[in-house]
């Protein structure tokens, strides 16, 4: 025996359809979608070029830094953006004048190859001169430590590391 379906189940159940439209109707989270520098209207540019009343308003819009870093930090509490001098990059440029090569360099330029520099090098390159110097004039102890020591050799091995360590050292400055 079948039993009765209700009226109201008949017209839900029978309905198969294909939709077209969006299940939201149109509705859209618009905190999902990221607005770049290039989308968005002209109110909303001009709002978000007061900063801080766009954060207040779209605080889940992140403002994009494009990579860069800041110049200080903002203090704790209010808005206010306090600048450091030390984190303000400091670009060193060369004088050019007068200066004859130009910034090409040809294709047909020979390829230069240089091996690894070691820690070999380095020694050679900052210590050797002196140790040869003192053995030519007989001025090393029969452990072969110089009689004579410099300012840099006489240096302990933990005051040598903070003096490398230290700020503008640079060991090819005289």
Known sequence: ????????????????????????????????????????????????????????????????????????????????????????????????????????VSYRCPEVVQEEFTARDLFNAVYSDKITADFERGALTEGGQPREPSAEESLTAESARQRARGVHTDIWEK
Do not use: W
């Open 1 to 104: 025996m079948l039993l009765p379906i209700p009226t109201s189940l008949v017209s839900y159940a029978q309905c198969r359809a294909l939709h077209t439209s969006a299940s939201l109707l149109g509705k859209r989270n618009f905190r999902k979608f990221l607005l770049g520098p290039k989308a968005g209207t002209l109110a909303f540019k001009n709002e978000r070029a007061k900063e801080v009343s766009f954060r207040k308003k779209f605080p889940d819009i992140d403002i994009p830094d494009y990579g860069t870093r800041p110049t200080g930090a903002h203090r704790l509490g209010d808005s206010t953006f306090i600048t450091v001098p030390e984190m303000i990059p400091e670009l060193v440029v060369p004088d050019l004048t007068d200066f004859n090569l130009k910034p090409y």
